[in-house]
């Protein structure tokens, strides 16, 4: 087995009713997660709207400028 490595995550998550929009990212990936949650309020067949979007695009900046808990 290989050296312990701590790899914090964070997640994001949008529940309505029986809909679940869940998002689990790392620092280095939250300008990605950002792009793709704007890619699924822009998919018509998906029923995120442009308000989630911003919801959910709140949150992930409010995590990324948390300090880290664990430090």
Do not use: C
Not at 30 to 52: M, V, Y
Not at 54 to 61: D, I, N
């Amino acid at each position: 087995m290989g050296p312990d490595v701590s790899h914090e995550l964070s997640v994001v998550a949008l529940i309505r009713g029986k809909e679940r929009f869940v998002y689990i990212f790392d620092d280095n990936s939250g300008e990605e997660l950002l792009e793709a949650i704007r890619s699924q309020a822009a998919n018509p067949r998906l029923s995120l709207s442009w308000f989630d979007a911003a919801v959910l695009a709140e949150r992930v900046r409010q995590q990324a400028a948390t300090p880290n808990r664990a430090e």
